[in-house]
C-alpha cells in the first residue's frame, strides 16, 4: 500500500474528504441492535459460566477469562461510540446506552465523553497535550525536567506499568474519584457510575459472594483494561507518527497521519470493534464502528501503511518525541546527544 501524501493537498480526495466520510455517518439501528444485544448476552454468559467453572478448577476460570475480556473491550468500543454520539441516531439513546455501558466497563461517560473529545480535537498537536493522551514529553521538556519528574515519566512510560498496574488503577480507582471535572454533569456522571457499581458489588455479596464475584470479574477486567490500553496506545505510537506545533498543526493530517491503521486478525479486529482503522474514526468519529472496514475498503485515502501485531510491538521503545527530526525516539538516544538542547516549551505535565 501507498502511504497517504504528506502534503496539505487541495485538490483529489483529501479536498472532498468530508464528502468521503459523510456516506458512512448513518446509523444503522439493526446493525447497532445487534452488536449491542449479542455482546452483552456474551459477556454476562461467560461470567456467569466463570463463575460455575469455579466449581470446577481456577485455571478453567482464568482461561475463561480471555474471551470474557475481548467482549468487555467489544462493550467498550459500544459506550465509546455513543459516546460520539455515532452508535445510535438518536441522542438520548446514546446517551442512555453509554451510561449503562460505561457501568459494565468502570467508565464515568460524561467524564470520558469530555476528555475524549478533547482528545479528538487536540491530537498530534504538540502545544495541546494533556487532557486524553498518553503523556508523552519531547527531548527538550525531558532533559529540562527535574530529576523526579524524569523519574515520574520513566515509571508512566515503562510497559510493565502502563499496561498493568496503570491501567487496572486508572479504570478501577482513578475513574472514581471527581478531581478537575469542571462541570456538574461530569462530576455527576462519576458520582451515579460509583453508586451503580456499588449497588453491584453490594448484591454480589449478598448473593453469590463477594470472594467469588471477585475471583470471576477482576481476571476478565484486568485482562479487557491491559487490552484496551494496548490498543490506545499503539494508535498514537508508532513510527511515522504525526506531532506539531499548533501553528502548524492541521486536522486532517493529524487524523490519517497521527493514528494508526492497526491491522489485526480477523478474529481480533473483530472483538476491537474494528478500532484498528483509527485513522478513519479520528477523521470522521461519527462513523459507527461497523462501517469503518467498509470506509476503508471503498476509498484509497485511507490506505495508509499498516501497523500489524508484530510492527506495533515496536512502539514499546518510543519514549519521547524528537522535534528536531520529528520522530519518537527511546531513552537510549539521549545518550546520543552531546548535551541538553534549549527548552523550547515549557513541560505540559
Avoid at 149 to 154: C, M, P, S, V
Avoid at 159 to 167: S, Y
Amino acid at each position: 500500500m501507498t502511504p497517504i501524501s504528506t502534503t496539505r493537498d487541495a485538490t483529489g480526495p483529501r479536498k472532498n474528504w468530508r464528502q468521503i466520510v459523510a456516506k458512512y455517518q448513518t446509523p444503522d439501528m439493526r446493525a447497532s441492535m445487534w452488536q449491542l444485544v449479542s455482546s452483552l448476552v456474551a459477556y454476562f454468559g461467560l461470567l456467569t459460566l466463570m463463575y460455575f467453572s469455579l466449581q470446577v478448577s481456577y485455571l478453567l476460570t482464568l482461561l475463561l477469562a480471555v474471551p470474557t475480556a475481548g467482549f468487555m473491550v467489544r462493550i467498550f468500543i459500544i459506550f465509546h461510540d455513543c459516546g460520539h454520539q455515532s452508535f445510535f441516531a438518536s441522542r438520548k439513546l446514546n446517551d442512555l446506552v453509554g451510561g449503562i455501558t460505561g457501568v459494565i466497563t468502570f467508565t464515568p461517560y460524561y467524564r470520558w465523553r469530555h476528555s475524549h473529545a478533547i482528545h479528538h480535537a487536540t491530537a498530534g498537536d504538540l502545544d495541546r497535550r494533556e487532557t486524553g493522551d498518553v503523556w508523552t514529553m519531547t527531548v527538550n521538556e525531558y532533559q529540562a525536567a527535574s530529576k523526579g519528574k524524569r523519574i515520574a515519566y520513566r515509571v508512566y512510560r515503562n510497559p510493565l506499568i502502563i499496561f498493568t498496574i496503570g491501567a487496572w488503577l486508572s479504570f478501577l480507582i482513578f475513574q472514581r474519584i471527581p478531581i478537575s471535572e469542571k462541570t456538574k454533569r461530569e462530576r455527576m456522571s462519576i458520582l451515579w457510575t460509583d453508586l451503580a457499581l456499588l449497588i453491584v458489588f453490594v448484591v454480589a455479596a449478598l448473593t453469590i459472594g463477594l470472594g467469588d464475584f471477585l475471583l470471576v470479574l477482576l481476571p476478565a477486567m484486568m485482562i479487557g483494561t491491559s487490552v484496551g490500553i494496548w490498543l490506545f496506545y499503539v494508535q498514537h505510537q508508532f513510527d511515522g507518527v504525526y506531532w506539531e506545533r499548533h501553528q502548524d498543526w492541521d486536522y486532517v493530517d493529524a487524523a490519517l497521519k497521527g493514528s494508526s491503521f492497526y491491522k489485526l486478525p480477523r478474529v481480533l479486529q473483530w472483538f476491537s470493534g474494528n478500532i484498528g482503522f483509527h485513522h478513519i474514526h479520528h477523521l470522521s468519529p461519527r462513523i459507527p464502528n461497523y462501517k469503518l472496514e467498509q470506509a476503508y475498503n471503498e476509498n484509497e485515502l485511507f490506505h495508509v501503511q499498516p501497523i500489524t501485531l508484530r510492527s506495533g510491538l515496536q512502539s514499546l521503545k518510543f519514549r519521547l518525541w524528537d522535534e528536531e527530526h520529528h520522530r519518537l525516539v527511546g531513552f537510549g538516544y539521549l545518550k546520543t546527544l552531546p548535551k541538553a538542547a534549549p527548552v523550547t516549551s515549557g513541560s505540559l505535565r
